[in-house]
C-alpha cells in the first residue's frame, strides 16, 4: 500500500480565511489583519481598551482612510491625545499611508483586569489591626465585611494598582 500525500498539520486560518474575508471586507477591515493583529499593532495598553470596528476609505482610494474605533467613555480622551501615535503605528503595520483620520465611539466593554483576581498579599498583625478599629463600630454585617475587604485592600495597595 502506497500513500501519495502525507498529511501535514495546517493552520486552522487557513480553511476559515474563504469564510470570515466576505464579512470582513463588507466591514472594511483588509482581511481583518487590523483585528487579528490589533495588541500587536497598538500595544497592550491600547488594545485593552479600544477595538476596531472598520475601516472607510474615501471613494476611489485606498490611502487616507478613517479607522474606526469602539472606545471606553473614560479612555476617549487618551485616544484623542494618541491619535497620531495610533495612527502611525497602524500605517507602519500596513506599510504605506493607509489612515489619516481615528473616528470614535463610546461602546466597548473591556475584559476584566487581571490584577482583579489576584489573591491579596497577607497583612501585617498592625494593618489587620487597623482594619479591625475602623469598623469595630458598624453594625450591619454586610457592610461591615465589605469596608474590612476596601481596607485590606488599601493596605495592601492593590485599591492603587500597585500589586
Same mark, same amino acid.
Given at each position: %500500500?502506497?500513500?501519495?500525500?502525507?498529511?501535514?498539520?495546517?493552520?486552522?486560518?487557513?480553511?476559515? +480565511? #474563504?469564510?470570515?474575508?466576505?464579512?470582513?471586507?463588507?466591514?472594511?477591515?483588509?482581511? @481583518?489583519?487590523?483585528?487579528? $493583529? !490589533?495588541? +500587536? *499593532?497598538? @500595544?497592550?495598553?491600547?488594545?485593552?481598551?479600544?477595538?476596531?470596528?472598520?475601516?472607510?476609505?474615501?471613494?476611489?482610494?485606498?490611502?487616507? @482612510?478613517?479607522?474606526?474605533?469602539?472606545?471606553? =467613555?473614560?479612555? =476617549?480622551? &487618551?485616544?484623542?491625545?494618541? +491619535?497620531? &501615535?495610533?495612527?502611525?503605528?497602524? #500605517?507602519?503595520?500596513? @506599510?504605506?499611508?493607509?489612515?489619516?483620520? &481615528? $473616528?470614535m465611539? $463610546?461602546?466597548?466593554?473591556?475584559?476584566?483586569?487581571?490584577? =482583579? #483576581? %489576584?489573591?491579596?498579599?497577607?497583612?501585617?498583625?498592625?494593618?489587620?489591626? !487597623?482594619?479591625?478599629i475602623?469598623?469595630?463600630? *458598624?453594625?450591619?454585617?454586610?457592610?461591615?465585611?465589605?469596608?474590612?475587604?476596601?481596607?485590606?485592600?488599601?493596605?495592601?495597595? $492593590?485599591?492603587?494598582?500597585k500589586?
Amino acid at each position: %500500500m502506497k500513500y501519495s500525500k502525507k498529511m501535514l498539520p495546517t493552520r486552522l486560518g487557513f480553511y476559515t +480565511q #474563504n469564510a470570515v474575508k466576505p464579512v470582513f471586507k463588507v466591514r472594511g477591515l483588509m482581511e @481583518g489583519k487590523i483585528i487579528t $493583529h !490589533w495588541p +500587536q *499593532i497598538v @500595544g497592550e495598553k491600547f488594545s485593552r481598551l479600544a477595538l476596531a470596528e472598520k475601516i472607510t476609505f474615501p471613494k476611489g482610494k485606498r490611502t487616507e @482612510g478613517t479607522l474606526h474605533l469602539s472606545v471606553t =467613555s473614560s479612555s =476617549s480622551l &487618551l485616544f484623542h491625545y494618541a +491619535q497620531d &501615535l495610533i495612527l502611525e503605528r497602524v #500605517n507602519t503595520f500596513f @506599510g504605506y499611508r493607509a489612515l489619516s483620520k &481615528l $473616528h470614535m465611539s $463610546h461602546g466597548f466593554a473591556p475584559s476584566e483586569d487581571p490584577r =482583579s #483576581n %489576584m489573591p491579596l498579599s497577607p497583612l501585617s498583625q498592625e494593618e489587620k489591626e !487597623w482594619v479591625m478599629i475602623q469598623t469595630q463600630s *458598624i453594625k450591619d454585617t454586610e457592610l461591615k465585611i465589605c469596608l474590612k475587604k476596601l481596607g485590606e485592600a488599601v493596605c495592601t495597595n $492593590h485599591i492603587l494598582g500597585k500589586p
